[in-house]
């Protein structure tokens, strides 16, 4: 059974930076697109970044909401693909997710390996 595992959640002050980490169990993400989801208390999961598949060059598209604050890149030597949250506000507390699933709305253009499956979600909460 394939799964994915986020880490590197956690309470911080306001215009603090994290380093959010996505790993495959059981399979290289590596071949697979990676999207970062978060959903806040009270409202929709939003959609973030999408990076595409190493075969697919690495193309990241970002959420206007998010665009000059978060990064997406990889990491091959332990087939991570990172999310990172810098000048965090008390509105980026979230659940965070990621996905190898990316939304028609963060499509990097490039084809991908057909896989649908979430992490369980990782924490950040932001004290102003």
């Known amino acids: 059974q394939v799964q994915l595992v986020e880490s590197g959640g956690g309470t911080v002050p306001s215009g603090a930076s994290l380093r959010l980490s996505c790993t495959g169990d059981?399979?290289?993400?590596?071949?697979?697109?990676v999207a970062w989801f978060r959903q806040a208390p009270g409202r929709p999961r939003e959609g973030l970044s999408c990076?595409?598949?190493?075969?697919?060059?690495?193309?990241?598209v970002y959420a206007d909401s998010i665009k000059g604050r978060f990064t997406t890149s990889r990491d091959h030597a332990d087939s991570a693909v990172y999310l990172h949250l810098n000048t965090l506000t008390d509105e980026d507390t979230a659940v965070y997710f990621c996905?190898?699933?990316?939304?028609?709305?963060?499509?990097?253009?490039?084809?991908?390996?057909?896989?649908?499956?979430w992490g369980q979600g990782t924490r950040v909460t932001v004290s102003s």
């Open positions: 059981g399979f290289k993400l590596d071949y697979y697109e």
């Open positions: 996905t190898t699933t990316c939304p028609p709305t963060l499509d990097t253009g490039t084809p991908s390996l057909v896989l649908d499956i």
């Open positions: 990076i595409s598949g190493t075969m697919s060059g690495e193309t990241a």
